[in-house]
């Protein structure tokens, strides 16, 4: 996969140059796993119709297009946040916090320990 087909014509050289982290132009077949150009849409081993990528997406969807609401826009941005950022953005704020513990999978009792321990950091707590 790494350089190509041996019948290729391949230019070798020791001379100082660049080196390409690009692989070879070709890929398996995956009726008999034989390596082919990325070009063919035949198998030459097996006769498998090759298909050449992923479809293109429809361009209209029937139905009726409705906004998300914002408590899903909420999840959806706090799961891509990293874990260090969820915290800080959550804060003490124990609804964010239980989203947080939702997100990450944590014990429901996980945002109660988290808000009373960030609470007592800030010399807040009672």
């Known amino acids: ?19 390409s982290r690009k ?12 390596v082919i150009p990325l070009g063919l849409r035949v198998c030459p081993h097996c006769g498998e119709e090759l298909r050449r990528g992923p479809e293109a997406p429809p361009t209209a969807a029937p139905g009726e297009l409705v906004p998300p609401d914002a408590e899903e ?12 950022e969820q915290k800080r953005w959550a804060g003490a704020d124990l609804r964010r916090l239980s989203l947080v513990a939702v997100i990450r999978g944590y014990k ?3 945002a109660l320990h988290e808000q009373r321990r960030v609470v007592e950091r800030r010399g807040e707590w009672e």
């Open 23 to 34: 692989g070879a132009p070709v890929r398996t077949c995956p009726e008999c796993g034989l």
């Open 1 to 19: 996969m790494r350089h190509g087909l041996p019948e290729w014509n391949q230019e070798w050289s020791l001379a100082d140059r660049r080196k």
């Open 73 to 84: 826009l909420e999840r959806v941005r706090v799961k891509a946040m990293k874990r260090w």
């Open 108 to 110: 429901p009792g996980w």
